[in-house]
């Protein structure tokens, strides 16, 4: 089985993640002022989900030829 990869999901999952990282991390509270902790953790919740899912359609079978 051959597998390609599809670069703008793929893209899109890291720069998802690079925010879920930025959330966790704090560096995100010089742009962005949450109102609180849990939404702050909604938001990384969001960020990551949509980094896994988009990480796993990055990936599709080759057509056989």
């Known amino acids: 089985m051959k597998v390609t990869l599809n670069i703008p999901y793929f893209l ?3 720069l998802a993640f ?3 990282y930025g959330i ?3 560096k995100i509270d010089q742009y962005i002022k949450f109102a609180g902790e849990l939404n702050a953790l909604g938001c990384f919740i969001l960020s990551f989900t949509m980094g896994v899912m988009m990480l796993f359609g ?3 079978r ?3 030829k």
């Open 18 to 20: 690079v925010i879920a």
């Open 12 to 14: 899109g999952a890291i």
């Open 62 to 64: 080759a057509p056989k």
């Open 24 to 26: 966790i991390t704090y």
């Open 58 to 60: 990055s990936f599709e």
